[in-house]
């Protein structure tokens, strides 16, 4: 009798090990069709991709690709005839019934037929813009005589204005240096500004210094006209509530300093700067005057041949050591002193 107990017992370890077996196999082989599935949705999105002409026939070569668990391998032809993609797509797992047994594979396979389009959908803005593609010399790309650019503008290199060539419309994108050679020069005018600029490398306005104001937390950047700072705030570092902050703002590390050299315009005819309801926290240097109005506010020095201050005006800003390349040198230049020591050990 105990003989016969040990053989049904025997039996049914026997059948619940098998009945395990069977259960990681069947998952095994709902992931490997998963991964597949996976492989077919690559080759798709290789095909959709719009840089991708899929009526290539060599876009779809065959490539491996790892997953979390497994592997698919997809590649497919095309019947350059029907204009039909073939694509196969093969998922692996790890057979989780011994360490020796083959891995769990599903194959998928799907057909995909490509219609040809005759008019090519714009994929890029390059055609919407005068796009100079050169790089290495001192100017890439140069803009002479009487001539204004009043479209979008992209410079991979360096861009230099000569004569009384101008620019009067954005964006306006180089990505190398910006040189405006003649005093006629400009980008934008006070009364019509372009809507958007980037400068990579440096710029330089007549015979005054290169300058780097878009490099850096540091900076100067120079106008030949004015500038006029109206119903909005320019912050250096701001709160949690978009005003600016003073308490946060270490001018010693990051500084803007904006120089004004005309008058008038869209400012008072004796005004460079001018502030309305604004906030600006950085310097400000202006080669007539600096004139803040309605509530505004300058965080940060203003050095001009007069300073008006008025209404309700702010002009609090922390102590400044070290200041930006390219800021306006006085002539009456005060020197940092030391203080008294402290501190004494010994």
């Known amino acids: 009798m105990s003989t016969v107990l040990a053989i049904v017992g025997t039996t049914a370890i026997t059948y619940t090990t098998s009945g395990a077996r069977t259960a ?44 979390d668990g497994g592997t698919v391998t997809y590649a497919g032809t095309l019947d350059l005839g029907t204009g039909t993609w073939t694509i196969t797509a093969t998922g692996a797992m790890r057979n989780p019934t011994g360490p020796h047994t083959s891995p769990v594979q599903r194959t998928l396979g799907v057909n995909v037929g490509v219609d040809p389009s005759y008019s090519q959908p714009l994929n890029n803005m390059a055609w919407n813009y005068i796009w100079a593609k050169a790089t290495g010399s001192t100017c890439d790309m140069t803009i002479g005589q009487s001539v204004n650019v009043a479209t979008p503008l992209y410079v991979e290199g360096n861009l230099c204005l000569q004569n009384s060539a101008t620019i009067s419309s954005g964006p306006l994108v180089v990505k190398g240096a910006l040189s405006m050679n003649q005093k006629g020069n400009g980008v934008g005018q006070p009364s019509n500004p372009i809507n958007e600029a980037h400068v990579g490398g440096a710029c330089q306005y007549w015979n005054k210094s290169a300058d780097y104001p878009c490099k850096g937390n540091q900076g100067s950047l120079y106008v030949s006209g004015t500038i006029l700072i109206k119903n909005t705030k320019l912050c250096a570092a701001a709160d949690g509530s978009g005003n600016c902050d003073p308490t946060q703002w270490d001018p010693n590390s990051r500084l803007l300093v904006l120089v004004a050299d005309g008058k008038g315009g869209q400012v008072p005819a004796s005004d460079s700067i001018q502030l309305v309801s604004g906030v600006f926290q950085g310097a400000l240097y202006g080669t007539n005057a600096i004139e803040n109005d309605t509530t505004s506010s300058v965080i940060g020095p203003m050095i001009a041949s007069t300073v008006i201050l008025g209404q309700s005006v702010t002009t609090s800003f922390p102590a400044i050591r070290i200041v930006p390349v390219g800021m306006p040198a006085l002539q009456n230049t005060i020197y940092a002193q030391p203080r008294a020591p402290t501190g004494y050990t010994g």
């Open 24 to 67: 990681s196999r069947s998952t095994a082989d709902q992931k490997a069709y998963a991964l597949a599935e996976a492989g077919v949705n690559d080759a798709m999105a290789v095909l959709s991709l719009p840089s991708n002409n899929a009526l290539d026939p060599y876009l779809l070569p065959t490539q491996t690709v790892t997953y």
